[in-house]
């Protein structure tokens, strides 16, 4: 299928096999929808992991089957995240590309697609499926150079890694880039030198990933987290804490934004994301560690709520802002495709904006990050008119290691 092209941007749409090791017996379906801009010259790469449950479908399993032998009609392919992700308005200005990534993964009898979070499998996902883009473009023949050369639309390999909800978590690991997730992968059973497939009979595949050169593999430059959701469950290897600790180290512009009355990031997630008690275990504490020197920032959105982040509605995400766990009130917290939307794609815009135009991350220190456009944007009691912000200290409102706080 052609690609969809409209005012200088196309839209596209590929499905690929993924296996996470070359020495394990472990593999995954990917859908990833793709917005790049039509001259394929992208300056770099948004890659976003989606949160709820999306196309839940009680057939699932016999479509599933179907699909094996038909090849058509595979229940992946109604998974459509960007229909309540949609920040492509945020991209354009800066000539970047954006993807959703999507993957089938039976973790539960009835309802095959659900992840609870906390898998690093997903975050593996989206690390593989962004250096895929990098690589081959928005084909699915990989293996046939001249569908390559035509489907080729980075100029770059920077991607910013960002996700909601599970998504958001899962993230946190796409982000760590792929010499972390091969080491903490090995040291925590979940094995990670993926080798990527065409959905034929008798499969393309490429080398695996370790074979790539530096330059063709996804490096990320950035994290957006939007009210991670994380499940700690040793015994399933499932829990972001390894990729977090990662992450505090590492010199990579990295923001989370959580909500005031967001029972799901701050409540039911194991650890929540942030909370005003300093000696509650968070993620946020994780990925800063007082004296760490940590890149990490966090703001807390006033009356924000779980789907607020949304570009459009959907039933399942609002159970989440349904429950009642003592945060704010009844009815109390923000709408999908409202002021906190319009606030998301604000702030996208302003972390793209703080990159060099054409290559490169921001810094090269610390200091330079936290005196970046989209920081100090982001450090105001209503950044771009659109929410208020919870004020750290006064005239404070980010959270951050800092050893004056």
Not at 55 to 67: H, T, V
């Amino acid at each position: 299928m052609n690609p969809i092209c409209i005012n200088n941007y196309c839209f596209d749409r590929i499905h690929l096999w993924v296996q996470y090791d070359k020495d394990r017996h472990g593999f995954t379906e990917l859908a990833i929808e793709i917005f790049y801009p039509a001259d394929r010259k992208a300056r770099g790469l948004v890659m976003f992991n989606h949160g709820f449950l999306i196309g839940d479908d009680i057939f699932f399993l016999p479509k599933k089957l179907l699909c094996m032998f038909l090849n058509n009609g595979c229940p992946l392919f109604a998974k459509n995240p960007s229909s309540y992700y949609n920040y492509t308005s945020a991209i354009v200005p800066h000539h970047w590309a954006y993807a959703c990534v999507t993957a089938c993964h039976k973790e539960n009898a009835a309802m095959p697609w659900t992840d609870f979070g906390g898998n690093p499998r997903v975050g593996q996902e989206a690390y593989i499926a962004a250096s895929y883009l990098v690589r081959y473009g928005a084909t699915n023949m990989f293996y046939r150079e001249s569908s390559v050369e035509a489907s080729r639309f980075m100029d770059t390999n920077r991607v910013v890694f960002a996700g909601h909800s599970v998504g958001g978590a899962h993230a946190q690991a796409a982000a760590c880039g792929f010499g972390n997730l091969r080491d903490i992968g090995r040291a925590t059973g979940v094995e990670f030198d993926p080798v990527v497939y065409d959905r034929e009979i008798l499969p393309y595949r490429t080398e695996p990933l370790s074979d790539w050169s530096r330059e063709l593999r996804a490096d990320p430059v950035g994290l957006l987290q939007l009210s991670p959701v994380d499940m700690t469950q040793k015994a399933l290897n499932f829990g972001m804490a390894p990729y977090r600790h990662a992450l505090s180290t590492m010199p990579l512009p990295d923001i989370m934004i959580t909500g005031e009355c967001d029972c799901a990031t701050r409540s039911s997630s194991n650890p929540p994301s942030w909370s005003p008690d300093s000696g509650d275990e968070t993620q946020f504490r994780q990925l800063a560690p007082e004296g760490s020197g940590s890149w990490a920032v966090v703001a807390n959105v006033l009356d924000g709520s779980h789907c607020g982040y949304l570009t459009g509605k959907n039933m399942l995400c609002r159970q989440a802002d349904t429950s009642s766990c003592g945060l704010c009130g009844p009815g109390q917290g923000y709408q999908a495709a409202g002021n906190e939307m319009e606030f998301t794609k604000a702030l996208l815009d302003r972390f793209l904006a703080s990159f060099p135009a054409e290559t490169g991350g921001i810094g090269p220190g610390r200091s330079e990050w936290l005196n970046s456009e989209v920081v100090r944007w982001l450090d105001t009691s209503s950044p771009g008119g659109h929410v208020s912000l919870m004020s750290y200290a006064p005239g404070r409102y980010i959270d951050y290691d800092s050893p004056g706080k």
